[in-house]
């Protein structure tokens, strides 16, 4: 089946539902429409907070199919290695499992590995995902259809991290006794915590930052991503997250007219101007995935993860909506324009305000509305009492419906309970889950401790994985401690493979 690209919206995309990227992930709504364009913004490495890396890339043959015999295809798997600060046989090697994206914007923007590599004397191993980056298994033709598509899966992946370790301990020279840690942020940290329960013997550990592996089916309230990310909002202004709620009757109201499309197209900059009502939909749509964004990286510096954007950004929009409820609806909503301006043009450079794009180029989304056909089910909702959004109720069947009519498949909704285990994770050990209290994604975290070697560690005033970026004097005191646990973590598990018969 090849793969319709136009179903639904008039965006070009799938009008019941929207996936935004874990960083992510992914964010399943059935609200708004799936964009059609896979990589809609250029490349956006956070220059203001990373230091200058050196690696060198490698290539290694995968199987297509780890789990089947009859394809006996290979492809080309990209890896990165540092290893300027491992200097002595078996020494640590920590591996970055690969995301949803291009590897070389994963390893700049996870400074934390960098920074402790020479503490701990470590290599640094960074491996791409298969169908992101250039690590495709049918070359160009991976996206073709639902056919090669087949492949793309979290189980295919953790299966080429653990054959990618063991061909690099038998293939580079002193490395066969090194402790391997698995470290991964978002649905990166998802998969570092899934290859230590899968693969124990492969790694000794994992960090697992904002790694949201409740985030399934009857697992957590699907309402909890949205009700933090408005506690963010309420917390970092006056009627901050009121006024986001009373904006979208606004726009209704102003949307209902020729002339209202004009004002709002024009209050907003907006790169295509609004002709009709489903434009006014896909508008809101917009916004909303903007207010996500921000409270996913509200970072306590200047930073550039998705978007250039100021300090404690969500601070800094909650400036531009401090109004109490006599302001007009023309008012309130001047206002929510100058607010998503700090998203789309804190440095003054961006001449119109783009609806089609809300983040980097460096993600892959089409292969991650694949997985989140697939496998990758994550139930979210929202109800405009707990949360600043417009009701809306998860729709399984409105989903899976729109998976069928764009890649020809349906989602299995209880799957990844049942490969990963769901919430028992009391046979495991040795996996650090880090969560920030400000991320969205924290509501499908582990926030508490399993066991003595199953840790949760959560940073009342972090971000989307703040504890992998480079450290920065405006850090908060704890993202600075949960640095500083994690390292002391890796040196005990290191300490207890060395000690391993």
């Not at 995902?129 to 639902?146: A, C, I, K, L, N």
């Not at 953790?158 to 990618?164: E, H, K, P």
């Not at 063991?166 to 649905?187: C, F, M, Q, T």
Request: glycine share 10%.
């Amino acid at each position: 089946m090849e793969l319709n690209l136009k179903a639904g919206s008039p965006g070009g995309g799938m009008s019941a539902w929207k996936v935004v990227l874990l960083l992510v992930g992914v964010q399943c709504l059935h609200v708004a429409a799936l964009k059609s364009q896979l990589f809609t913004r250029g490349d956006a490495l956070d220059y203001s907070s990373r230091k200058a890396v050196d690696y060198k890339t490698f290539y290694l043959n995968q199987k297509i199919d780890h789990f089947g015999f009859f394809e006996n295809g290979t492809f080309k798997q990209r890896y990165l290695v540092a290893d300027q600060h491992w200097h002595q046989a078996g020494g640590p090697i920590l591996f970055y499992t690969g995301n949803e994206g291009d590897i070389t914007w994963f390893c700049n923007n996870t400074g934390f590995m960098w920074q402790v590599a020479e503490e701990l004397g470590a290599m640094l191993v960074f491996a791409e995902h298969r169908y992101y980056g250039d690590s495709m298994p049918f070359g160009p033709d991976s996206y073709t259809d639902s056919k090669h598509l087949n492949y793309l899966s979290s189980e295919q992946a953790l299966a080429d991290f653990a054959v990618l370790i063991r061909e690099l301990k038998g293939s580079w020279p002193g490395a066969r006794s090194s402790a391997v840690i698995a470290v991964g942020g978002s649905y990166g940290g998802m998969l570092a915590a899934w290859l230590r329960m899968k693969y124990p013997s492969v790694v000794v550990g994992a960090l697992a930052a904002s790694a949201p592996i409740w985030q399934f089916p009857g697992m957590v309230p699907c309402g909890d991503f949205h009700r933090i990310v408005s506690q963010d909002f309420a917390s970092s202004g006056p009627n901050c997250d009121v006024n986001i709620r009373r904006s979208w009757g606004a726009i209704d109201k102003i949307a209902s007219t020729a002339e209202g499309l004009a004002w709002l197209s024009g209050t907003f900059s907006l790169c295509a101007p609004l002709k009709s009502r489903p434009d006014s939909v896909a508008f809101k749509e917009w916004l909303q995935e903007t207010w996500v964004n921000l409270a996913m990286v509200d970072y306590p510096y200047e930073a550039s993860f998705l978007q250039p954007l100021p300090a404690w950004p969500v601070q800094a929009v909650c400036r531009h909506l401090g109004f109490d409820s006599s302001v007009s609806d023309y008012q309130l909503l001047q206002g929510v324009s100058e607010a998503a301006r700090v998203y789309y043009n804190h440095t003054g450079a961006t001449a119109c305000l783009n609806t089609s794009s809300t983040a980097t180029g460096s993600l892959g989304f089409l292969g991650w509305y694949y997985q989140a056909c697939t496998e990758m089910v994550m139930p979210l909702c929202t109800d405009g009492v707990q949360d600043m959004f417009e009701p809306q109720a998860w729709d399984f069947q409105a989903f899976s419906d729109e998976c069928q009519a764009l890649f020809g498949v349906r989602p299995r909704a209880s799957w990844a309970e049942t490969q990963y285990g769901g919430k028992d994770l009391s046979a495991h050990s040795n996996i650090i889950f880090s969560n920030g209290g400000l991320d969205p994604w924290s509501g499908g975290g582990v926030t508490r401790n399993i066991s003595d070697s199953v840790v949760a560690i959560v940073i009342p005033q972090g971000a989307h994985h703040l504890d992998l970026r480079y450290d920065n004097e405006r850090d908060p005191p704890a993202v600075r401690g949960a640095r500083a646990l994690e390292v002391d973590y890796f040196k005990a598990w290191v300490r207890q493979a060395r000690r391993a018969p």
